[in-house]
């Protein structure tokens, strides 16, 4: 009776085992369907996942999300993960400027941080203080913060225009683009202003900033995020009832009545009534089938963008904050991760007690993602010296770069109408991930989104009852 019972329910395959594909697997799962979940690597968590280097775990990047993004935070709470992560009390971003040469640099430590106040005066008070722009461009910083408030994100024009033409047409400068916009755009968008489109960056701005006093506290894995993102999600999945394939890429998707046919590299063969690619948006765009979405050929030309990690492990405590974003150096974004690492008890911590491990986030890195290791050294170990007293007479036990060569969708002007939804013109065949229309950024939040938006959508198919809004941060039921 239970064979006959699991044959009646509906089918699906997930291919892609990203935050996008471990949301619809759940998602579908829970609804009653079959699932299957096929993924090429030997773990699941796509870009936001953890390594072993030697004894050492490692994150392949340093991933955050804000408070704002409650459906990553819906996810974490699916998961049982929400104490695996912890997330401020309220925004504070120690942002560190260096001038000067490097025999004698002059280092100014000024803050982000808000107060208990409604939107905008939550940040008044921090920007009256901040050291690094001055009392005209603070007054230019509060002119755009209104500007924005009053932007219409839903405007089409929006996607045409950068984001650096439309600060200049602001008010903004040189200064509080370095100073603010760039040193929080460029590590949630992933390029610099001028090749952002503004449709994007209002978005992040607005949300994270301007909607709510809370809205952009930060939020950061306490453990490494294969903890989360494989061994947690893994075992939901498992629990959900979905069999999950890993080492199992898909060579071949043939869409049909009644039923679609996914085929594996190994050969084994997938049958489904409905099929997610929830992969990254090279591998989705080879799977597709001829006109399954609108403007499909422009998917190719889509691009992409790169984020460089450094990682150095230093013999001593060389920084006394998590984490931190500079001004006038190269380093973008430093984090110290030696706790969730482990390093206090690989060989190299117990060789040296007090050992620090930190990483730095290096986004929008077209001219350096293909730099040699010893080039990329020689560069950041001196600015590491600029920045941190400690740095320069401290020494170096490891030194080792991770590199996302296609971390991001090209968030560039126009690229806007490029994004598919969910839906395509193949009924029951869906599409997911952070590239697809969210409305967001290539982040963790887009990717959970797509998936809620792809598993809304084969629900709604199969004529099942589906949550309106995700944005509460709880999980559907």
């Known amino acids: 009776m239970t064979g006959r019972a699991d044959a009646a329910r509906p089918a699906a395959v997930v291919v892609g085992g990203g935050l996008a594909g471990i949301t619809a697997a759940l998602r579908l799962a829970e609804a009653g369907h079959r699932v299957t979940l096929a993924e090429g690597r030997p773990r699941l968590g796509g870009l936001a996942f953890s390594f072993q280097r030697g004894e050492l775990t490692v994150d392949n990047g340093q991933h955050v999300y804000l ?78 913060a209104l500007a924005l408030r009053s932007l219409d994100l839903a405007d089409p024009g929006l996607d045409e ?36 489109s503004m449709a994007l960056a209002g978005m992040v701005f607005k949300t994270g900033l301007l909607s709510d006093p809370g809205a952009s506290d ?60 929830a992969g990254a948006q090279d591998s989705a765009a080879a799977l597709l089938p001829p006109n399954a979405v609108p403007g499909q050929e422009r998917l190719a030309g889509f691009g992409t963008a790169p984020i460089l990690n450094v990682h150095v492990i230093y013999d001593r405590k060389v920084l006394r904050r998590p984490f931190f974003a500079a001004l006038g150096s190269p380093v973008q974004w ?54 941190l007293p400690a740095a320069a007479g401290a020494g170096v036990l490891d030194f080792f770069v991770t590199r996302e060569r296609t971390a991001t969708f090209d968030p560039a002007p126009g690229n806007g109408a490029l994004r598919p939804s969910a839906r395509t013109a ?36 199969a004529g099942t009852r589906v949550p309106v809004d995700h944005g509460d941060g709880r999980w559907p039921r």
């Not at 025999?103 to 050291?131: D, E, F, I, N, Q």
């Not at 903890?227 to 071949?252: C, F, Q, S, W, Y």
């Open 334 to 387: 430093v984090f110290d991760r030696t706790d969730h690492s482990g390093l206090a008890a690989t060989p190299l911590g117990q060789a040296h007690p007090g050992a620090q491990y930190l990483a730095l986030s290096q986004s929008a890195a077209q001219d350096e993602i293909d730099l040699p290791v010893a080039e990329l050294r020689s560069r950041y170990l001196p600015e590491l010296g600029r920045l």
């Open 426 to 461: 193949v009924p029951g065949l869906l599409l997911a991930g952070s590239w697809t229309a969210t409305g967001w950024p290539a982040t963790m939040e887009g990717a959970v989104r797509s998936g809620h938006a792809a598993a809304d959508a084969a629900l709604a198919a």
């Open 67 to 144: 408070r704002c993004c409650t459906a990553y935070r819906g996810l974490l709470e699916r998961l049982g993960a929400t104490r695996l992560a912890h997330l401020q009390d309220r925004l504070d971003i120690p942002v560190l400027s260096v001038t000067g040469p490097e025999a004698a640099p002059v280092r100014t430590l000024g803050r982000l941080r808000r107060a208990g106040l409604p939107v905008p005066l939550h940040l008044a008070g921090s920007l009256a203080r901040y050291p690094h722009l001055g009392p005209a461009d603070r007054a230019r910083v509060v002119r755009g």
């Open 218 to 277: 930060i939020g950061v894995a306490a453990v490494p995020l294969g903890t989360i993102h494989h061994d947690r999600a893994l075992a939901e999945l498992e629990r959900a009832g979905v069999t999950v394939l890993l080492r199992a890429k898909v060579a071949e998707l043939k869409p049909a009545a009644p039923q679609h046919a996914v085929r594996l590299e190994s050969g084994q063969l997938l049958t489904a009534d409905t099929v997610v690619l």
């Open 161 to 196: 225009l950068s984001f650096g033409e439309w600060l200049r047409r602001n008010g903004q400068n040189a200064a509080t683009q370095a100073a603010l916009w760039d040193l929080v755009g460029v590590a949630t968008l992933n390029a610099r202003a001028d090749q952002v």
